[in-house]
Each structure stands twice: as structure tokens, then as C-alpha cells.
């Protein structure tokens, strides 16, 4: 089965697609969904929406996972993130692709082991568990999605998550 | 032509459709996106989405019109208002809807005549302007959605904002 893994933002969505087979997990694909600066920033919500779509329908994917949040730093980037997030639900949904949610630390622990990890520390997992290596440099977004989608493969292992 | 008004909420979407011919204002249809509780948040803002995109199919509607936020009681709230309000961006714009979005004081400004209106105030006067008073009792949600409506029509006339 194939995970899409989602780190929304307003300016840059990073998305990672993974699969298991056993338990091998394996780089399906992902990058940074980048919107202009200069776009409204209805357009660019809407960018998050449309881009997703695409990508869903050219990778397939069975299920989404996404970081929850609680946190922001102010209330200006809690309405853009947000806006963002919101966006990327509804693509997702549209797209009967059932959405999963997971704390910052629930992710963390997943890919690095504790909670606290960095983002460089996650980066460098990621690229370890998915042999990425010789694959250039991974942006923190694009990362911060395949450790999502990582997550979730993991948490299906332990737990029938799908009858909660 | 027709203008759709929108006040996003996570639990309640006010909607409200203004038509204007001449100088005239017309109440077209309005009411509240009610979104059960019970249901997963990310089911609520695909339902925002998808009960916009049902109303602009409905009414056909040629603009949107929705309060711009720069300010929430708290991030939590910012984060779930920015959800939803995500949602109201992509249905639009996903429909051809143009988006036009103004600050609480224009709203207020163009429906009351001052800024500083409470939410009572603004809906006495959407009963006055509207001819509603026979048409029971609105919601605050709804009222907020009308006025966003008027407010837009209003702005029409003065300035060419279709080219800004």
C-alpha cells in the first residue's frame, strides 16, 4: 500500500509517497509543492488543493497521513497554516484518500526513535531508511511529509487503526 | 449579478446570496452549513467544501465575497477557523467563483455605516436592507454572510476592483 505523506504550508507543501511490501519500505516519490509569492493567497490555497490532486492521481495512494497540529507560533501563521492544512484535507477527501493524523512527536518517534528530534536528525533518517543517499538534497518539507507517511506505515503494524 | 457571502466556521458556515439590479438589493438564499460535531474534523472541512460547491451550483453565483481575518481569541482557533475558511478559498475557486475578500470594519462599514456595529446591529439592518423582517429569525452566521454579500455589491459601484 502507498502513503501519501503531507507537511502543508501556504508558500511551500512538502508531500512524500511510501510503500511497504513486508517490511521493506520503500521511496515512492515526493518534492515541494512550491506556490509564487506573488499569487493571492486564495490562489495559492487553492494551488495546495489542485497540486495534491495531481499527485494523488498520478501515485495512487490508499491513505494520507498528516501532522496535527496544536501549536503556532502566532495567530498569523495559525490562519495560514491552517488555510493550507484545510486545503489539503479537502484534496484528499475529494479523492476518497481516508485521512490519518499524528502528533509532531508521535512522527519523530517513528523515524529517529524520540520525540525531541531535530529536523536535520528526521532529514537524515529518512534519507538512511529510505536510501536516499544518492538522490541529491531533500528539502525539511519534503522530508518532514515521507516521515508522515512513514509514521503511518509503522503505526498500521502495531495497531488496527482502521476499525478506530 | 449574484454575490455569495461565506462565514467559514469548523461547526457552522453562514452563507448568503445578494442580488443586485440597479441600486436595488435582493435577498436571493442564505442559511447556515450546520457540520455534526460528532463527525472527524477533517469530514467537517470537506463538508464546508462540499456544501459551497452544492449552493454555487444552486444559485450560480458570479463572486465570492469573505471576510478577511487577521486576529482569533487564540491559535486553536486560528488554526480551526483557517480550516474551514481554506475550504470556503477551494470551493470557489475550484467553481470559477473570483474571491474577494474585505476587513470586519468595511463589512460593517457598508452594512451599518460605522465599524464598531455589534453582531445585532449588523443583522437589523441586513432585516432592513434585505425586506426580511417577515422571514423569521436569522442567525448571526447567516447575517455575517449577507452583510460580507452587501458589502461586495457595495464596493462594486465605487471602485473598479475588478481590475485591481
New interface residues.
Partial sequence: MIVLGVDPGSIVTGYGLVEKDGSNLTYVGGGDILLPRSW????R??GV?KSLIDIIQKYNPAEMSVED????K???S??????????A??A???CNVK?F?YSPLQIKQSVVGYGRATKEQVREMIKLILKLNDKGKLSFDTSDALAAAICHQNWLKFDNIHNR
Avoid at 40 to 43: D, E, I, T
Fill in positions: 493571492p493567497f486564495y490562489l490555497v487553492h488543493f497540529i496544536f501549536f503556532s502566532n495567530v498569523k495559525a490562519l495560514k497554516i491552517g488555510h493550507a492544512r484545510g486545503a484535507l479537502v484528499a477527501t475529494y485521512v493524523e
